[in-house]
């Protein structure tokens, strides 16, 4: 099974994890905001991400997510086979690294597919429902709208 990723960081050079969102091919989805230094936020990230989050009181500390996320792919997981884990920039599969302390499953495989996604399907995506870019749950679902196997 593939699951999509897409994650909001602080900035390039100090990179810090804001959110992350995973959209996996058979419809379910996760997502969570984790407490990061605002002020190591780019000025694109103040005008476009942190808009888009919930209130502060809703953040998910690293240990609760890395919790929730092992549930949450466990119960996606057939016990045979492996769990794609599908990205179009490597920064987002480093940036789950980081927050799952290199912890992630060995039956999570890696994989780029940043020339599976159809760039005209990922922005229909946002507008046919109504959803702004820059949230990493929605980026991810239109991700997975996009991706066509080559």
């Not at 809703?58 to 890395?66: A, G, I």
């Not at 599969?93 to 999570?108: K, T, Y």
């Not at 159809?118 to 679902?141: C, F, I, Q, S, V």
Request: proline share 4%; with cysteine.
């Amino acid at each position: 099974m593939k699951i999509f990723i897409d994650t909001e960081f602080t900035d390039f050079t100090d990179t810090q994890l804001i959110s992350i969102g995973l959209a996996a091919e058979s419809g379910e989805f996760f997502y969570a905001e984790l407490p990061f230094d605002h002020i190591k936020s780019s000025d694109f990230v103040f005008k476009n991400v942190i808009p888009l989050l919930t209130p502060e009181k809703s953040l998910m500390s690293y240990v609760d997510f890395r919790i929730r996320l092992l549930a949450w792919l466990t119960g996606l997981w057939s016990g045979g086979g492996n769990l794609e884990i599908c990205f179009d920039f490597d920064g987002d599969f480093q940036l789950l690294e980081h927050a799952w302390e290199d912890q992630i499953p060995v039956w999570c495989k890696p994989r780029h597919v940043g020339r599976n996604i159809n760039e005209l399907y990922r922005l229909e995506y946002h507008k046919k429902h109504n959803l702004p870019e820059h949230h990493a749950l929605n980026d991810a679902m239109a991700i997975r709208y996009a991706f066509r196997e080559r």
